[in-house]
Structures are given as structure tokens and as C-alpha cells.
């Protein structure tokens, strides 16, 4: 059966860390290294199919970039534009694509459809988000981490050195507060910071609750690597000592009519320079937001300082999407 990529909990920590340099590698070949005319182009005649039923600025751009980049062709197939879910199962669209593609990049609703998807398909399945889990997100998210403190470590960012250090230098012992919702995003790092030696408190209200199969790998890891890992309903407690600050919507894509709901029951959550500096973060700390924002999770002055990563983190979608694609579409495997 082929590899897929559905979340980072299927990974051991060295997979992480080496998907992660293997971005930073192409990266700097991409934009630092080698002119356009002498890349190789692995992915010369393939096809790698997005079937996406929610929206996406970020990961499909960085899909479909990354694909043409690699020679290959990328093929968006959005809810309006195939018979899935109007006029046929997923189960049957499963099969009928993959006997023609050579990778699946899916955006889902429930987490159990891309399950089903990888088990029907004859190609590699990528998870581009469901409910539970945004495995490339983290990737990306990682991979900002590495370079932001690399770059602390340098005490200069006039030139991208980030290549010349690993991943699995940098990252462990780093401090990750959490403040919002128990959603996708929390889950997969819940997933995967602590197995990579990372501290993880998580701030989220009450009867907000991450899944608990999540939860018990997370403290599963946490004993192992003897990491930190908190959850509490007080953002305060959370930001104490960290070095990033990182939160999401507080309404997710399918929760729109919780709306009202929902801001009702995260007031007092918005990351602002107040909150962050009275809670005690540690005097360097930056932000982190996976995109799209609104202002009600974040306020303008976080959200725009030079404490925030946004924007690296968006861009890094890219490469670690890339990397990904390599690896599963290129190699065969993670
Ligand atoms: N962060 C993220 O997945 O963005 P998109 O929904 O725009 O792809
Ligand atoms: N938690 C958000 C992430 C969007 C990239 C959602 O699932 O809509």
C-alpha cells in the first residue's frame, strides 16, 4: 500500500525533523542557490489531485505551486466542480481518482473520510485538513520556529544561514503557549510537539475539550521525551515562561452558525500586548496564527508587530508542503 500523510502523530520525532530540513533545503535551493534552468524536475508527467470541499487561499496555492515547481501538474477539484457529494460517494470517487492520479492532496470535513480515502486509494493521500487534524500546517509551523530561533541563536536575519542547522537542534526545549480553541490545529500539535521534546500548554474555555485519544498521546509523549504539557482554562497560566504565543479562529469552516455562541464563550481569550506581557511570556516571545485571522482571536498591534511570524509562517506552507509532495510522490515514502 502507498504511504500517506493524514497526520504527524504517524511519524516518529526523526521523520518530523527530517521533513522539516528537508523544506529548509528547498528553500534555500529555490530561492537562494540555483537559477530556474538547472532544477531537476521530478514530478515531469504527474498528477496530483486536490479534492477540496472546504475553501483555501494557503494550501492550495502552496500545492499547486509547489507541484509546478516540481515538474507536475496539479488538478483542483473543488465541492462545485465533481459529482462528490451531489451525485456520488466518496467511497466510488476514491477509487475512480486515484486509478488516474499519482497523489491525493484532500481537504475533508469529519476526519473518518480521509481515513477512508487513504484506505480506498492506490496512491499517496495527503491530508490537507479535516476536523481533527492540519498535519502540513505544523510542518509549516515547525519549520518557522526553527529559523525564528535560529535567528535568535545568530542574533542576526540579514541572511538565510537557516539550512546550516538542524531542526532537531533548535526546536526541542522551545516553550509553545496555546490560547483558543480546542480545534485541528491544537490537536496536531498536541500531536507532535511533545514526542519532539517541546513544552505545550494549552489554554482553551471550559467544555472545550480536544479529543481524548489526542490527549492521551499527548502525555504518552510528554512522559517519554519529559516535556511540559498543561491544560488549563486560564490564558495567563498558559503564556507564563513561553516563548511563542500561537492561536487560530474561534470559529472554524462548518462551525459558522456557533457563531454567536462561541464569542460569547471565549471572551477574555484575544491575544493582545496586555495580556501576553502581565501574563509573563519570556521577553522575546513572538506569535504565531495559521491564517485566516479575524480580529477578535488577535488584536491589530499583536498581530502586526515584529514579534509576529505570520507572514514566514504562511510562505513556509510552501516548502514544507513541498518537501511532503518530494518525499511521498518522489521517494515513496516519509
Ligand atoms: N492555514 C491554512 O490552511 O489556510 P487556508 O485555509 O487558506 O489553506
Ligand atoms: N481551524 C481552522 C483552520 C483553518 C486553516 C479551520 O478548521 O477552519
Known amino acids: 500500500p502507498p504511504s500517506h ?7 516518529s520525532a526523526d521523520q518530523l525533523f527530517n521533513l522539516v530540513d528537508r523544506a529548509i ?12 534552468s538547472s532544477r531537476e524536475r521530478p514530478l515531469t508527467g504527474k498528477t496530483l489531485a486536490l479534492l477540496f470541499s472546504k475553501l483555501s487561499t ?24 465533481i459529482q462528490l457529494g451531489v451525485n456520488e460517494s466518496l467511497l466510488d470517487t476514491s477509487r475512480v481518482v486515484s486509478s488516474m492520479v499519482d497523489g491525493i492532496m484532500a481537504r475533508v470535513g469529519e476526519h473518518d473520510e480521509i481515513e477512508l480515502l ?3 486509494s492506490k496512491v499517496p493521500v495527503i491530508n490537507a485538513l479535516s476536523a481533527k487534524y492540519h498535519p502540513t500546517q505544523i510542518l509549516a509551523d515547525l519549520m518557522t520556529l526553527h529559523e525564528h530561533i535560529h535567528h535568535l541563536q545568530q542574533g542576526k536575519k540579514d541572511q538565510y544561514t537557516a539550512h546550516t542547522q538542524h531542526p532537531s537542534e533548535t526546536l526541542p526545549g522551545t516553550k509553545v503557549a496555546w490560547v483558543g480553541d480546542a480545534n485541528n490545529i491544537l490537536q496536531e500539535m498536541l500531536v507532535s510537539f511533545p514526542k519532539l ?20 498521546l499527548a502525555k504518552n509523549d510528554s512522559k517519554v521525551t519529559g516535556t511540559d504539557l498543561v491544560f488549563t482554562t ?8 513561553a516563548d511563542v504565543v500561537v492561536t487560530d479562529t474561534w470559529i472554524s469552516m462548518g462551525q459558522e452558525e456557533e457563531k454567536t455562541k462561541r464569542l460569547q464563550d471565549f471572551a ?14 519570556k521577553l522575546d516571545w513572538s506569535f504565531m496564527h495559521c491564517l485566516p485571522r479575524k480580529s477578535e482571536e488577535v488584536d491589530d498591534e499583536v498581530f502586526y508587530s515584529d514579534r509576529s511570524l505570520v507572514f514566514p509562517e504562511a510562505e513556509n506552507r ?16 516519509i
Not at 28 to 34: A, H, I, P, T
Not at 58 to 81: I, K, N, P, Q
Request: net charge negative.
Open 5 to 11: 500523510f493524514i497526520t504527524t502523530a504517524d511519524y
Open 25 to 36: 533545503q528547498l528553500k534555500v535551493e529555490s530561492k537562494y542557490q540555483y537559477p530556474q
Open 58 to 81: 494557503r494550501t492550495r496555492v502552496a500545492t499547486e505551486s509547489s507541484v509546478a515547481y516540481l515538474g507536475g501538474h496539479a488538478m483542483f477539484l473543488g465541492s462545485r466542480d
Open 118 to 120: 487513504a484506505k480506498e
Open 197 to 216: 521534546g517541546m513544552h505545550l500548554s494549552a489554554a482553551c474555555p471550559q467544555d472545550y475539550r480536544c479529543d481524548q485519544d489526542v490527549v492521551d
Open 234 to 241: 486560564n490564558p495567563q497560566e498558559a503564556i507564563k515562561g
Open 268 to 281: 477574555g481569550y484575544q491575544v493582545t500586548m496586555d495580556m501576553v506581557e502581565k501574563a509573563g511570556a
Open 318 to 333: 510552501k516548502w514544507t508542503i513541498m518537501a511532503v509532495i518530494d518525499a511521498l510522490m518522489v521517494n515513496g515514502r
